[in-house]
């Protein structure tokens, strides 16, 4: 599965598409320079349990690291894995 990312005006998202239709997307917003806020993400069923939300979550996570960014899980899905691994203390802003 190819995650694509997209961004424009400090709003983003890290996205899987097929024929056009989004199935997976994970959407952020850069609040001030260096954080970036993650507020929603969603999988649709066709997806579900091939675990492409965590992969999401790694993406956003690698581009933060890349752009030395810190990040505010919002969204409830994100904040859990944040809260259940230490991979991601290196870019949490608790």
Known sequence: MNIQQEEQDG???FYIE????RLAEMTYYLEEPDV???DHTE????L???N???????MGAEYA???HLKIVPLCPFVKGIFEKTG???DVWKS
């Open 11 to 13: 709003q983003g998202s």
């Open 18 to 21: 097929d024929k056009g239709n």
């Open 36 to 38: 970036m806020v993650i």
């Open 43 to 46: 999988v649709d069923d066709a």
């Open 48 to 50: 579900r349990g091939r």
């Open 52 to 58: 492409v939300g965590g992969e999401l979550v790694d």
């Open 65 to 67: 690291r890349t752009k």
């Open 87 to 89: 991979s991601y203390n």
